[in-house]
């Protein structure tokens, strides 16, 4: 093999490896082969109905806080953490809805949820129970249509909102609707 053939070989083969090395990397970083198509925007009157479900139906408030910042309204509840600095998913925040975080304070808000083992990555009450898992009741269950409307809230008005710090995020948070706790913010 000439000189010249042999050095295009090898430089064909170092292209092809950088080449292959490249994809391995941005597989890798999570990017997907497919570009994913984009969040559908939530129907206001569904992030509002999400609102009332996080505010009273579910009383996520009492351990999230009122702004969903892990400052949580009753001492006597788990703390819980601050959802405006989740790194959550839609999937993942869902999940965490219906499935709730056995051992940690956070109940599952799907009535099924480890009766049917298809629901919680297979896991049933008895596997909780096996291994001195305890989950919470939930103050009412949800219907998966109201675990849908209760995520579409929390990316509309909190999941990467940054903290409740100024009286304008407060005002929008809220929708407008005068609330004392604001007044307190510049």
């Not at 969040?39 to 109905?49: C, G, M, R, S, T």
């Not at 009766?115 to 297979?122: F, I, L, Q, V, W």
Request: hydrophobic fraction near 40%; aromatic fraction near 6%; charged fraction near 25%.
């Amino acid at each position: 093999m000439s000189a010249m053939r042999q050095s295009v070989r090898t430089v064909g083969l170092g292209v092809l490896m950088a080449s292959a090395v490249a994809g391995v990397l941005w597989l890798a970083s999570g990017t997907s082969v497919r570009a994913q198509a984009p969040a559908p925007v939530a129907d206001p009157q569904d992030i509002a109905e999400g609102m009332t479900i996080f505010r009273t139906k579910a009383d996520c408030q009492t351990c999230h806080g009122w702004a969903a910042d892990g400052r949580k309204m009753d001492t006597q509840m788990p703390d819980a953490p601050n959802l405006r600095a989740s790194r959550l998913g839609r999937a993942g925040i869902i999940y965490a809805i219906k499935c709730g975080r056995p051992g940690r304070g956070m109940p599952a808000f799907d009535r099924m949820a480890y009766k049917d083992a298809s629901r919680c990555n297979g896991t049933t009450t008895a596997d909780l129970e096996k291994n001195n898992l305890a989950l919470n009741d939930p103050a009412a269950t949800l219907q998966p249509r109201e675990i849908e409307m209760l995520a579409d809230f929390l990316f509309a008005k909190v999941i990467g909102k940054g903290p409740m710090d100024t009286k304008a995020k407060c005002t929008e948070y809220w929708g407008g609707e005068a609330q004392d706790v604001c007044n307190e913010l510049k």
